[in-house]
């Protein structure tokens, strides 16, 4: 015998082994009129963004955003200044904001919130246009208001996420955050008063 004649014979072998409905399932079909097999449990779903929370978030989006905000006014006063005491108090912002930045993501990750590249609100916008849009002992005034005003929102942000977030991770670094955040108050306070 040839080989294609043990094809169909195969194919009514493995058709004949596959097990009937029981008597306490019955057989379902579809709109075509093909047997389909009874519905056990549902399939779980694969955890989504979502699932991790709004107010986780809307906590990761505002929190990059401040970061990114204290970032870019702080370049912008450094192509700016000659007060030593403003200089040195932007490369900090600098390197600490790039330093929370990247724990943000990593936590972030860890969570299972996807990559997203933050964006600055425009009330953030507005305060960078206007340290930008400066001159002198104005600019730096500016910067300086925008650096209060920024700090308490963050402070205010990482605190409450610390107390009530969601994502063991992220909440842990929020409350990190918020000591770093309220020292950059702190050292706010001998700058300028604007």
Known sequence: MTKWCWLPLALLLVAGCRPSP??????????????????TAPVPQAPTPS???DVTNAYVLQA??????????????????????IRDFAQMMVSAHTDSSAKLKQAA??????????????????????????????ADRAYVRAQRTAHQQALSLHQTYAASGEAPALKALAAQLAAVVQR????LASLPQG
């Open 184 to 187: 950059h108050l702190d050292a």
């Open 64 to 85: 990059g955003a401040g970061d990114l905000f204290e970032i870019e006014s702080s370049r912008a006063i450094l192509k700016r200044t000659k007060d030593p005491a």
């Open 109 to 138: 990750a860890s969570a299972g919130l996807p990559p997203r590249s933050p964006a600055l609100s425009a009330d953030q916008r507005k305060m960078l246009d206007g340290i930008g849009a400066a001159a002198g002992s104005e």
């Open 22 to 39: 029981s008597h306490n399932e019955a057989a379902l079909t579809d709109s075509a009129g093909n047997v389909v097999a009874p519905e």
């Open 51 to 53: 699932s991790v929370g």
